[in-house]
Nanobody
Framework: QVELVESGGGVVQAGGSLRLSCAAS????????MGWFRQAPGKEREFVAA????????YYADSVKGRFTISGNNAKNTVYLQMNSLKPEDTAVYYC???????????????????WGQGTQVTVSS
């Protein structure tokens, strides 16, 4: 079992930055990939970014490429999401997720992840 706890959300003006953190405990060493998803009111949960621990390969949704950066430490117990040039449409609850194994063609699919955090709210004001 892996427990995930997010932090770092808040309210920021458009163009500003936030850094989210996700602390993993339990069998964090069993995870193959960790990622961030977000869900805005009335919308489905959508993929934001992911990092594969074996080689550090990162994956991003087109909507955040060039603005967001995912990173983590080698102990697999913390993953970060640096969010720059934030836009009002980035407003959502952001969730950290982890998978024991995943087909890389399905990195963006929420159903492929085994563990989820409780979420942290990010609000970008215009």
């Amino acid at each position: 079992q892996v427990e995930l706890v997010e932090s770092g959300g808040g309210v920021v003006q458009a163009g500003g930055s936030l850094r989210l953190s996700c602390a993993a405990s339990g069998r964090a060493d069993s995870t193959y990939i960790m990622g961030w998803f977000r869900q805005a009111p009335g919308k489905e949960r959508e993929f934001v970014a992911a990092i594969r621990w074996s080689d550090g390969t990162t994956y991003y949704a087109d909507s955040v490429k060039g603005r967001f950066t995912i990173s983590g430490n080698n102990a697999k117990n913390t993953v970060y999401l640096q969010m720059n040039s934030l836009k009002p449409e980035d407003t959502a609850v952001y969730y950290c997720a982890a998978a024991r194994w995943i087909m890389l063609t399905r990195v963006s699919s929420p159903g492929q992840y085994d563990y989820w955090g409780q979420g942290t709210q990010v609000t970008v004001s215009s």
